[in-house]
């Protein structure tokens, strides 16, 4: 009897939200984010027909967890000098533990926020916590999500993503302020079609 084909496909990316643990997979027409507490599981999808934006945004968390780990590892290991061969033990094994929790959040890297935009919703996607494992999704999607919508060129890709904060269509520049004398009001005038100040 053939095996059956899976249907869905692990995404990198694994975080965990008050007392969730969050994963992405990817269908064979849309996301599925997938939340379990352990006693329950609650989905997401977001069909790559709808996506509009994916955006990161890099956070301090990983510097505020670096100074965490940091303090307690030195904290512990300090007065281990002064203490006899017993207690030293335990003191350093602590320090240890801190030291280890240092190194391992230092070499997963800088930590993000990862956000999902549709014409409907804005979502976090609690699973990427991580600058590399969003780039790493992104590589993974990216191809897929084009071949539903197809690609932009570069020009009309910057060019929405300036007027992302307007009220503006998509198919309007947003005005811009042209350069004037120094003392001059400013003149709100839209932009020629080069995409340049006037």
């Known amino acids: 009897m053939a095996r059956s084909q899976k249907v869905y496909r692990r995404l990198p990316g694994r975080g965990f939200a008050v007392s969730q643990r969050v994963q992405i997979y990817q269908g064979p027409d849309h996301l599925l984010q997938v939340s379990s507490t352990g006693y329950s599981e609650s989905y997401r999808r977001f069909y790559f027909r709808d996506i ?13 967890l670096n100074g965490i780990f940091g303090f307690f590892a030195v ?62 999704l992104l590589r993974r999607i990216r191809p897929l999500i084009e071949g539903v919508q197809g690609s932009l060129p570069r020009e009309e890709l910057a060019l929405r993503m300036r007027g992302a904060g307007s009220s503006a269509p998509y198919g309007e520049a947003p005005p811009v302020v042209a350069a004037q004398p120094a003392g001059a009001p400013p003149v709100i005038t839209p932009e020629n079609s080069s995409g340049q100040l006037p």
Do not use: H
């Open 52 to 64: 509009q934006a994916i955006t990161v945004q890099k956070t301090q968390l990983g510097k505020v």
């Open 75 to 136: 904290l512990f290991g300090l007065p281990a000098f002064d203490m006899s061969i017993g207690p030293a033990i335990a003191m350093w094994s602590v320090s240890g533990f801190f030291a280890l929790l240092l190194i391992s959040n230092v070499t997963l890297g800088p930590t993000c926020a990862c956000y999902i935009r549709t014409a409907v919703q804005t979502e976090r996607l609690g699973a990427v916590t991580r600058i590399r494992t969003a780039r790493r």
